[in-house]
């Protein structure tokens, strides 16, 4: 079974912005708000596509719209992979 965790988030982080970004992304900001990491609408929707891409996973955008921070995605998506 594959799983999703902290590091896997950042991996993908790092492949959709060449790492400019995933330094932001630590245990101590997982349930830091996208917007005040710094990530727009546009930025969270190129990291989502890039892990439904990668991870074979859905994520609606209407689910999309509660996932407001990281730990919220990682725990969304680590969820989606244990029903597969």
Known sequence: MAEFT??????????CFDGATS????????HTEFTDLGFDSLTVYEIVTRIQDDFKVS????????LTTPAALIQYVQGQLTTV
């Open 23 to 30: 330094e932001e992304i630590k245990d101590s900001t997982l």
């Open 6 to 15: 902290i590091t896997e988030f950042q991996s993908v982080v790092n492949a």
């Open 59 to 66: 994520v609606p955008d209407e689910q999309l719209d509660e």
